[in-house]
């Protein structure tokens, strides 16, 4: 690369790539520690992937569980957020915490250069000394392959393409997914629809009286065993994994909320299943999880087989200018969560501030301090 290219870059101590959850608590630490950082999200306005989420999803942990470092969400022990909750939050917070982000900008790619790192993006290139990846997996939807998927001629979406079931009534619907996002779909769409609903393997769901704040209870301690070199007690997550928010009790007090496993094959109209029956299907709706976003990072070559990075914490073994965060228990235990992120986006500015010395030598922002937290 000559000096024109290298002077023409934008430089900074830390590019933190991706503008949802996991950006924005990273983001507190670091301006906490007046670290010299830019924030850029590809999305058009603040609140990241919550905005794609379908209209009436609804968070299984209370709005004091679902909060990001430094200030709660509004509506205390007692309120379940909705998406509209979650995303009005986190564009207060950024406002709030005054978080420099540049949008929309989409990176491309992310190579190694001698003085660090070289983002490219479609409007322009960055140099930085560190990169913090936080693109999440929203925009990485994965659907299983079965046989003649490609010749099935209704229709097919995503939960991550799910709007609600204003044009859904009166069809004939698979949900697939045993996940909370299969059971709160499918509670809905079988109010209006004839709806089947597909797992793997029965449905696990939490007593009543339990919510994400157990969960992330279990998380933390799994995280402290693993710190402690214990074995982690609880490898099946414990007491089950559907959430019974009002939408899913509902479906079970009208006696829909019950599963089947899963078909053997599609055919032009709908499926077929193990017994060998056929079922005419008009829509299936795949709740079946995502992929960590990572193709911004295929440019560094260091994802294995499985599209994933090594990383110790949150830190990538084969590239030390960069960090993960926010992509799963690969990167943090309950690091996908609201509340989960604090504890990988803490430790992950601690490294970073770390490795850039000592924070009075770095190059800072104006200091703010935290009278706003």
Same mark, same amino acid.
């Given at each position: ?84 909750d979650v995303v009005t939050y986190l564009r207060a917070y950024e406002a709030r915490y005054a978080v420099p982000v540049v949008r929309p900008v989409k990176v491309t790619t992310v190579v190694a250069h001698?003085?660090?790192?070289? !983002? ?10 560190? !990169? ?11 659907v299983p392959t079965y046989v003649g998927q490609t010749s099935y001629r209704g229709r097919q979406m995503h939960s991550a393409d799910y709007r609600g079931v204003d044009d859904l009534r009166g069809l ?55 710190? +402690? ?22 479906? +079970? ?9 899963? *078909?053997?094959? *599609? ?40 599209? +994933? ?7 990538a073994v084969d590239a030390p200018r960069l960090w993960l965060v926010g992509y799963g228990d690969w990167t943090g235990y309950a690091s996908a969560t609201l509340i989960g992120v604090m504890r990988s ?9 770390? *490795? ?18």
């Amino acid at each position: 690369m000559s000096r024109r290219d290298t002077a023409s870059l934008r430089s900074v101590d830390t590019l933190v790539i991706g503008g949802g959850q996991s950006a924005l608590a990273t983001a507190y630490f670091l301006r906490r520690w007046q670290v010299n950082y830019v924030v850029l999200d590809d999305q058009a306005s603040p609140g990241g992937a919550w905005q794609n989420a379908w209209p009436s999803l609804q968070l299984f942990s209370p709005a004091q569980w679902s909060s990001l470092p430094g200030w709660p969400m509004p509506g205390g022990e007692k309120h379940y957020p909705s998406r509209d909750d979650v995303v009005t939050y986190l564009r207060a917070y950024e406002a709030r915490y005054a978080v420099p982000v540049v949008r929309p900008v989409k990176v491309t790619t992310v190579v190694a250069h001698s003085d660090g790192l070289r !983002v490219q993006t479609d409007n322009g290139d960055w140099l930085a000394r560190t !990169v913090i990846s936080a693109t999440g997996s929203w925009r990485s939807p994965y659907v299983p392959t079965y046989v003649g998927q490609t010749s099935y001629r209704g229709r097919q979406m995503h939960s991550a393409d799910y709007r609600g079931v204003d044009d859904l009534r009166g069809l004939r619907v698979l949900v697939v997914g045993g996940g909370n996002s299969g059971a709160q779909i499918f509670a809905e769409v079988s109010r209006v629809s004839e709806a089947t609903w597909v797992t793997l393997t029965p449905p696990s769901y939490l007593p009543d009286d339990v919510d994400g704040r157990v969960l992330f209870e279990r998380a933390t301690a799994r995280w402290q065993a693993t710190q +402690r070199g214990l074995p982690d007690p609880y490898p099946d997550n414990g007491l089950g994994h559907i959430v019974m928010v009002p939408s899913v009790r509902a479906a +079970r007090e009208r006696g829909d909320l019950h599963a089947v496993r899963a *078909f053997e094959r *599609f055919v032009e109209d709908g499926v077929v299943w193990r017994d060998g029956t056929h079922s005419p299907v008009d829509l299936v709706i795949w709740c079946t999880g995502f992929r960590p976003a990572l193709a911004h990072l295929h440019g560094l070559q260091i994802m294995d087989s499985n599209g +994933r990075i090594r990383v110790s914490g949150t830190r990538a073994v084969d590239a030390p200018r960069l960090w993960l965060v926010g992509y799963g228990d690969w990167t943090g235990y309950a690091s996908a969560t609201l509340i989960g992120v604090m504890r990988s986006a803490r430790a992950t500015a601690q490294e970073v501030v770390a *490795f850039l010395g000592e924070p009075e030598a770095a190059t800072t922002q104006s200091r703010k301090g935290d009278a706003a937290g």
